[in-house]
């Protein structure tokens, strides 16, 4: 049983080191056309999305994340639907809806 619980464990602290090496990497560039966000830990990727094909832009951010001022910002654009979790969220989507 005990074996079983160090597991869990062992799991959860891979995940939640992941989850922060995703977080410290993401970068985001706001330009007039478009949103650029480049992310990964060892490989890189780069999304494009131009503003005018953006539909809709929702912005979650719980109690821990209002404090510590990080969230998941998801963009749709009809086709794709994408979730980033990012620093100053409400920052970001204002700049987007302007």
Request: proline share 2%.
């Amino acid at each position: 049983m005990l074996k079983l619980i160090g597991f869990g464990l062992l799991y959860l602290l891979y995940k939640g080191v992941v989850a922060i090496l995703k977080f410290i990497n993401t970068k985001i560039y706001l330009t007039e056309d478009h949103l650029t966000v480049s992310h990964g830990i060892f490989g890189k990727s780069v999304n494009d999305i131009p503003l005018n094909k953006l539909e809709a832009v929702f912005l979650n951010q719980n109690f821990l994340g209002r404090i510590l001022n990080y969230g998941t910002l998801t963009t749709s654009t009809g086709e794709i639907t994408q979730a980033y979790v990012i620093k100053n969220p409400m920052e970001l989507r204002s700049k987007i809806v302007k």
